[in-house]
């Protein structure tokens, strides 16, 4: 893998060719159309969690940086200290886990945290200095259950910060997280805005107002204005994955990332074969196979697996398979998956040859596959499917 400063450009001689290429001015462009769409008072906050989301955090986080991004949202210490050492200097916020012994570190590092409790608060403080102090979100549960103080807590909380109850500690946001904000009939929408809005009171009836209020991610960001405030957390639309409502006209953002690899096999096989783990496949008819050096272990989904076998005993295939592009035209993926390997039935695309490039993820002419269709496929959520390209898959960068 390369040195986190020096980001690929095209795919080394000697790797497997087996690689995820990333437009980084889609990446760009896409950030540019949420901030068009959440309007000049509200800023965007590049969610670069998960290596983001799969399209690899150094090179994401660098270039949106150049480009003037302001913030940026992580999960985890390790991945906030990671975008300090590639020298991003802008807002770091850790929106996902806290643990007391990283205090220490994350001011060191000047990484923001996200606090949802009394103890977290008191740890940080414990670890702060007036010159060195922690730089904290308060978050509150408004409906998602999952982290924040409680709502009701909200009046003494801020009481307590105004008479210097954590006086090493700077107060930079107040948060919470929308939990159905890509249904915008969804009464727990108004619910949890209503109750954020008691939380912004009572600080400002002590005279708090921290620098930034937010609580939207993407969808948040593109369908309910009221719930901008003054920062959007926008992860799966900064990779062109953007919720779509009918309602809404699109924000234009498009997929950064496409997934490849090269024909590694190829062998005309007989009628009657059986092909791979449990046999799961058997040609029908005289074919041409293709074996491709991606897997499971790549995030190619075990679950794509595909059986033409009926009753096949084994469990766990699909009845129709998943496809992928070469030469232009869509071949189906057959058999099983394996860790490192599968099959592309290509008896019906001419002319194909080892090294051959084929296209899992991305478009080609008219044709595209996307993360919302290997999705689909697989009953989960585009999300999961970029975060699931495995890290032996290299990152190739387009400027
Ligand atoms: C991951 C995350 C986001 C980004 O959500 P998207 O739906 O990808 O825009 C926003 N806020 C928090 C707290 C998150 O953990």
Request: glycine letters at 8%.
């Amino acid at each position: 893998m390369a040195s986190p400063l020096r980001l690929l450009r095209q795919l080394p001689v000697e790797a497997r060719p087996t690689w995820a290429e990333i437009s980084l001015p889609q990446v760009l462009k896409n950030f540019q159309a949420i901030q068009r769409r959440v309007g000049n008072d509200c800023e965007v906050m590049a969610v670069v969690k998960a290596n983001a989301y799969g399209h690899g955090a150094v090179a994401v986080s660098r270039y949106l940086a150049l480009h003037g991004a302001r913030w940026f949202g992580v999960a985890t210490l390790e991945e906030a200290v990671e975008l300090r050492r590639v020298g991003i200097r802008a807002n770091v916020v850790m929106l996902g886990t806290f643990f007391p012994p990283q205090a220490k570190s994350a001011i060191e590092h000047r990484i923001q945290v996200t606090v949802s409790s009394i103890q977290h608060l008191n740890a940080l403080n414990r670890a702060s200095s007036r010159k060195a102090p922690a730089v904290v979100h308060l978050k509150f549960d408004t409906g998602m259950g999952r982290m924040g103080f409680s709502c009701e807590e909200a009046e003494g909380l801020a009481r307590r910060w105004a008479r210097g109850g954590w006086k090493h500690l700077v107060l930079q946001g107040l948060c919470s997280h929308l939990a159905s904000a890509e249904d915008l009939e969804c009464v727990q929408n108004r619910m949890q805005s209503t109750k954020f809005q008691r939380v912004r009171a009572a600080f400002e009836t002590v005279g708090i107002d921290p620098p930034v209020r937010h609580l939207a991610n993407s969808a948040g960001g593109a369908f309910h204005p009221s719930l901008r405030q003054d920062l959007v957390r926008a992860g799966i639309a900064l990779y062109g994955y953007e919720p779509r409502i009918e309602k809404f006209r699109p924000m234009g953002t498009g997929p950064a990332l496409s997934l490849r690899t090269r024909v590694l096999h190829i062998r005309p096989v007989p009628r009657n074969t059986w092909l791979g783990y449990q046999g799961t496949f058997v040609t029908r008819r005289r074919s041409v196979v293709v074996t491709l050096p991606i897997g499971y272990a790549d995030g190619f989904n075990r679950r794509f697996s595909f059986s033409n076998r009926a009753p096949c005993r084994t469990e766990n295939v699909q009845s129709r398979p998943m496809r992928a592009i070469i030469r232009g035209e869509l071949a189906p993926v057959i058999g099983r998956v394996s860790m490192d390997l599968i099959f592309l039935d290509v008896t019906d695309v001419k002319g194909v040859r080892v090294g051959d490039e084929v296209i899992l993820l991305g478009c080609s002419g008219s044709l595209a596959i996307t993360a919302a269709d290997w999705a689909a496929y697989l009953g989960t959520i585009p999300y999961e499917v970029l975060c699931g390209i495995g890290s032996r898959v290299y990152r190739v960068y387009k400027e």
